[in-house]
């Protein structure tokens, strides 16, 4: 369902499916592991927030990691871009549009230059 996805070494993969041994030595971040210290909301989060794209919240951790992914790698994702980089979360409460337009605003705030 995606919602327990993690990122390893930058990618998004699904942590109920990672053996241990294999990610020894590896970056992982989780969902906590993404705000700012000072406790605000990092630029997804925020961005998530703003569009509506949080309902019942059981995906949203598994969204935010897979979008940040992608971000990592593309600063201006196309639409059907974003919903590649998405296709393996479920979420049964937002029809997903709120979601693709919150990559987009986010992808905006964090890259304004690009």
């Not at 794209?53 to 995906?59: R, T």
């Not at 990559?103 to 304004?112: G, I, L, R, S």
Request: charged share 20%.
């Amino acid at each position: 369902c995606g919602s327990c996805t993690v990122l390893v070494n930058g990618e998004a993969r699904r942590s109920c499916k990672l053996v241990l041994s294999d990610v020894e030595g590896c970056e992982i971040i989780t969902i906590e592991g993404i705000s700012p210290q000072d406790g605000s909301l990092h630029p997804l989060q925020q961005a998530f927030m703003d569009a509506g794209a949080i309902q019942c919240g059981f995906c949203t951790p598994g969204m935010v990691l897979s979008a940040l992914a992608l971000l990592l790698k593309n600063h201006r994702p196309s639409r059907a871009e974003i919903r590649q980089a998405l296709k393996g979360n479920l979420c049964r409460c937002t029809g997903y549009q709120q979601i693709v337009d919150a990559v987009e605003t986010a992808a905006k705030t964090m890259y304004p230059n690009q």
